[in-house]
């Protein structure tokens, strides 16, 4: 049974999917002394340091789709808590750079395991990370992501 109202529009329930995953994700991280932003960034400059690169803030933003002020208050939060090292990248003055601390990637290591998990619980009425239904749900999702929202109707007649 669905907690969401019968008729309810895709909009609708893409909202309430994306709140009920950020609750889950919060809860599952705060022992870790992370919020679901926080464990965004963190994840994501683990997955990046792996590919041996160190984003700047501007970078991190436009990957995790996060506003680049939000970033920069996040990865001040994190330095503050001995998670991330900010830098001034020597190419361009004005950009600060981020890379994970040694207790960063052991903190960001656990919350992968931990969102992981949930990742895994999330999708088993789909049959699982692995299973067709995941993928074409996955591709849908990617569709809908790469749609263009901005603008008026008027704008785009």
Known sequence: MS?????????FLVWRLSMKWRVAVDRAVAP???????????????????????????????????????????????????????????????????SLTARGQDVARQAIQVVQRLHDRLLQPLGGLDSARTKDFTRELRTLLDAPLTGTEEEQS
Do not use: F, N
């Open 32 to 98: 870790l002394g992370l919020t679901h932003a926080q464990y965004s960034l963190v994840a994501t400059l683990s997955g990046m340091h792996r590919s041996g690169r160190r984003p700047s803030q501007r970078q991190l933003a436009d990957h995790t789709g996060l506003e680049a002020l939000y970033v920069s208050k996040l990865a001040r939060t994190l330095e503050a808590a001995g998670l991330v090292d900010r830098t001034r990248d020597p190419a361009d003055p004005r950009a600060v750079q981020l």
């Open 3 to 11: 907690s969401a109202p019968e008729g309810a529009t895709p909009g």
